[in-house]
């Protein structure tokens, strides 16, 4: 009956635990080599004792320290509270990719733009439907491809966005805030 001990496995119930996951340092700092592929890097959180961490501080941030790579995924949990939230991928000053929901505009909709040197860039706003609801939970998707950006909302894509700032290596920020709970941002490779 003894067949439960392996000394160095998490018992039944510990799966959550993630052993051997480096501690990750807090918003705003990079850390010395991002998480292997096939795990989720889920920086500014000083551990990971399970799935749901309860909601992150908003703004948040996570470091991208060797920049944006094909097949990057970022995923958001979250809950729309109020009149718009934004998710940017920062490259120094400049915004590479501006991704702005807005309930404060009638009709709804998802505003994407860049900022180079200070000035925004022409909005593109069409999308088959706006995909949030007031507090509503929501899980949006951003695949970063070599062309452009794809956005999924509760697994239904969307839209996508070409590139307009290439200088991915460069882009090593991504920055959450405005009005929302956020229960999840995480960044890992396919």
């Known amino acids: 009956g003894q067949g439960q001990?392996?000394?160095?496995?998490?018992?039944?119930?510990?799966?959550?635990q993630f052993p051997g996951y480096p501690g990750f340092p807090g918003p705003g700092q990079s850390y010395p080599g991002a998480p292997t592929p096939g795990q989720p890097g889920?920086?500014?959180q000083p551990?990971?004792?399970?799935?749901?961490?309860?909601?992150?501080?908003?703004?948040h941030q996570i470091s991208l320290p060797s920049g944006l790579e094909k097949g990057m995924v970022l995923t958001v949990h979250g809950i729309p509270t109020g009149k718009r939230f934004v998710i940017d991928f920062v490259d120094g000053q400049d915004i590479a990719f501006h991704f702005n929901p807005r309930f404060d505009e009638r009709p709804?909709?998802?505003?994407?733009?860049?900022?180079?040197?200070?000035?925004?860039?022409?909005?593109?706003r069409k999308s088959p439907?706006?995909?949030?609801?007031?507090?509503?939970?929501f899980?949006?998707?951003?695949?970063f491809e070599p062309d452009c950006?794809?956005?999924?909302?509760?697994?239904?894509?969307?839209?996508?966005y070409n590139h307009r700032l290439k200088n991915f290596s460069?882009?090593?920020?991504?920055?959450?805030?405005?009005?929302?709970?956020?229960?999840?941002?995480?960044?890992?490779?396919?």
């Open 5 to 16: 001990q392996y000394p160095g496995f998490p018992g039944p119930g510990q799966g959550q």
């Open 42 to 44: 889920q920086p500014g």
């Open 47 to 59: 551990s990971a004792p399970s799935i749901s961490p309860g909601p992150l501080k908003v703004p």
């Open 108 to 124: 709804n909709v998802v505003v994407r733009n860049s900022m180079s040197r200070g000035n925004w860039g022409s909005e593109e």
């Open 129 to 137: 439907k706006f995909p949030f609801v007031q507090n509503q939970p």
């Open 139 to 143: 899980k949006l998707q951003i695949l």
């Open 149 to 160: 950006y794809k956005v999924a909302v509760n697994n239904e894509n969307l839209f996508q």
């Open 170 to 190: 460069k882009i090593n920020v991504i920055r959450i805030g405005g009005d929302l709970t956020l229960s999840e941002a995480s960044m890992y490779k396919m």
